[in-house]
């Protein structure tokens, strides 16, 4: 695939919810794929990680690689469009060790429900 990147965003989710049906935290899955919490960290924040970063993740997974490769002109459109504030959100609700797994289901709705709202509030203003 000419001019691919990584989709460090299909990434991400595919490592969170394989270390969720595992129950690792973010930082036993570094220490298990052998790279460090600031590499879980900037993939998080929508930063690639290096080569063998990235191979450690998809050999863990058993997933081929290509599943994470994204066209140059799509990565362009995705990162020209602001990321969905509740899924921004949700790996920072989920990591809290005070939040249990259905209070971050109740913020991830109150989130959503808010987020909905203002944009409703300026679509109207708008208009």
Known sequence: MANASIDVIALHGALDAAREARELSWRQLAKLLDVSPSTMSRLANGKNPDVDAFAAMVRWL??????????????????????????????????????????????????????????????????
């Open 62 to 127: 058993d997933v081929p690689a290509e599943k994470f490769m994204i066209d140059a002109a799509e990565l362009e459109r995705r990162t020209a469009e602001p990321p969905d504030l509740v899924a921004e959100l949700a790996p920072l609700l989920r990591a809290r060790p005070d939040l249990q797994p259905e209070d971050v289901e109740h913020l991830e709705v109150l989130i959503g429900s808010a987020v909905r709202r203002f944009n409703a509030d300026r679509q109207a203003k708008a208009d």
